[in-house]
T-cell receptor
Framework: EAQVTQNPRYLITVTGKKLTVTCSQN?????MSWYRQDPGLGLRQIYY???????DKGDVPEGYKVSRKEKRNFPLILESPSPNQTSLYFC?????????????FGPGTRLTVT | DAKTTQPTSMDCAEGRAANLPCNHS???????VYWYRQIHSQGPQYIIH???NNETNEMASLIITEDRKSSTLILPHATLRDTAVYYC????????????FGPGTSLSVIP
């Protein structure tokens, strides 16, 4: 089954404790992206990747890192999480980053930073 | 990418057709109209997209006006599981711009 998976689905952590949220897709997609969703602010893009070893900042990259060493994986790294990073996170992928292709989203990771 | 305008919320009776409008009056010739939906706190789900012709798939139909300034997503027989926020997005075929999700339309299907 074609899908985007994220782990963990739920995470409660403390300020400053490094964490990684994994994202994997099995569709051989070139483009992958991370979004966060907060009440009243909608979905905002954090980082995206056009292909392996090619990443770029989205609208809200501060406090996050990403890497794209393999085509299927696009982990989101929070080096020193803070309470303002409490949010619902979604990973997405599409065949390419072009507008003619739909995006497939993962199930989401609900992160709470205390 | 062109901006879209959608009603904030809509209700639909279960079993009836849900018609969700979207205005995209500044759309340009090479921009697609996409529809996604998000069921409470789940990942957004792609529904359908089109350029100028009407499109239909197993989930919905997309009707685009001849001038392409507006479109309507039709869920032919709405069920309670169709209760969700529906997002209308336009994107150029060759654009690498990020997908911008506006506030969307919150559809409530009522028993």
């Amino acid at each position: 089954e074609a899908q985007v998976t994220q782990n963990p689905r739920y995470l409660i952590t403390v300020t400053g404790k490094k964490l990684t949220v994994t994202c994997s897709q099995n569709m051989n997609h070139e483009y992958m992206s991370w979004y966060r969703q907060d009440p009243g602010l909608g979905l905002r893009q954090i980082y995206y990747s056009m292909n392996v070893e090619v990443t770029d900042k989205g609208d809200v990259p501060e406090g996050y890192k990403v890497s794209r060493k393999e085509k299927r994986n696009f982990p989101l790294i929070l080096e020193s999480p803070s309470p303002n990073q409490t949010s619902l996170y979604f990973c997405a992928s599409s065949l390419t980053g072009q507008g003619s292709y739909e995006q497939y989203f993962g199930p989401g990771t609900r992160l709470t930073v205390t | 990418d062109a901006k879209t305008t959608q009603p904030t919320s809509m209700d639909c009776a279960e079993g009836r057709a849900a018609n969700l409008p979207c205005n995209h009056s500044t759309i340009s010739g090479n921009e697609y109209v996409y529809w996604y939906r998000q069921i409470h706190s789940q990942g957004p789900q792609y529904i359908i997209h089109g350029l100028k012709n009407n499109e239909t798939n197993e989930m919905a139909s997309l009707i685009i006006t001849e001038d392409r300034k507006s479109s309507t997503l039709i869920l032919p027989h709405a069920t309670l599981r169709d209760t969700a926020v529906y997002y209308c997005i336009v994107r150029a075929k060759t654009s690498y711009d990020k997908v911008i999700f506006g506030p969307g339309t919150s559809l409530s299907v009522i028993p």
